[in-house]
């Protein structure tokens, strides 16, 4: 009787998690967000921001616009590393970015506010932050532009990499 009062138990307890648990809209991606924090699997997380001095952007517009930056501080001033820019599409917990497969809970939104999400063998915590919009365009601006253009690059390549 004992035993299947505690299975009873768990599962009702279960049950109410589930319940529990708010489904949050894939539309709540849309916004700027900051990296809190990374763990490649094996090691220490690491936390960012005003202690590390380090953190990733991404932008999500509502109509599929993507960019993602790294922003560090170097001697106080702030560094802005553009990675990439282009589309996302993300429904029913799919995402995919610059065209890539899409990949099941890559974005994970366990509130309206914050997504974790894997990355090959790294695993993310994001705080979608307000940001004013001069600075959401600056970063969105710098990630657009972050290509080098191929005669640019071509030439780099010939007289600092021969």
């Not at 009873?8 to 529990?20: D, E, F, G, K, W």
């Not at 922003?71 to 970015?97: C, N, Q, R």
């Amino acid at each position: 009787m004992k035993k299947g009062m505690f299975m009873m138990a768990v599962v009702l307890m279960s049950a109410l998690h589930v319940n529990a648990q708010t489904k949050v809209d894939d539309k709540e991606i849309v916004g700027v967000w900051m990296m809190e924090s990374m763990q490649f699997e094996g090691e220490k997380k690491t936390m960012c921001g005003k202690e590390t001095g380090y953190t990733q952007f991404k932008y999500y517009g509502a109509d599929g616009e993507y960019a993602c930056a790294e922003i560090a501080l170097s001697k106080g001033k702030v560094v802005v590393m553009p990675h990439e820019y282009g589309k996302y599409t993300f429904k029913d917990g799919w995402y995919s970015e610059m065209g890539r497969e899409k990949i099941k809970d890559a974005i994970i939104l366990t509130d309206k506010n914050t997504y974790k999400g894997t990355w090959m063998n790294r695993h993310d915590i994001w705080k979608k932050i307000s940001v004013p919009e001069k600075v959401r365009k600056y970063l969105v601006d710098c990630c657009k532009t972050q290509e080098t253009p191929s005669d640019i690059e071509q030439s780099i390549k010939q007289t600092m990499f021969k």
